[in-house]
């Protein structure tokens, strides 16, 4: 991507918010090719996934298929922009190495076809 260039805006999507989507918007954050956010799905999310950051979105990276399935149906009057699925389990905290592995061996190969299709 040359400089000047639009950037891709990615949000990421768990459950709370807490872990893995906060943890992958870390990992992204000084990317110049990227925009990204992170938004938890529950009640109680520390960041809420809005409709807003829905309109926001180019596309939407999940952790689960589950929360695919929840914004499709939560947001059903809405035209959602493309919706990645990671299947990245709830099982390791905020930062740990192992996430943060696991999370750019998913997510890289899905930037990548994103930019250079």
């Not at 990992?27 to 090719?33: G, T, V």
């Not at 990204?36 to 807003?52: C, M, Q, Y």
């Not at 829905?54 to 689960?64: D, G, K, S």
């Not at 990245?88 to 890289?108: G, T």
Request: with cysteine; proline share 9%.
């Amino acid at each position: 991507m040359m400089p000047g260039e639009p950037t891709l805006r990615v949000l990421f999507v768990c459950a709370l918010n807490q872990w893995r989507s906060p943890t992958a918007e870390v990992l992204y954050r000084d990317d110049p090719r990227l925009e990204v956010r992170s938004a938890g799905i529950r009640r109680g999310a520390k960041r809420r996934l809005t409709e807003k950051d829905l309109r926001w979105a180019q596309v939407i990276i999940v952790m689960e298929r589950a929360h695919r399935q929840w914004i499709q149906n939560r947001f059903r009057a809405t035209e959602l922009p493309p919706i990645q699925v990671l299947d990245i389990p709830d099982d390791l905290e905020y930062m740990n190495p192992e996430l943060q592995r696991l999370l750019r061996l998913a997510i890289d190969p899905e930037i990548a076809s994103l930019l250079d299709p």
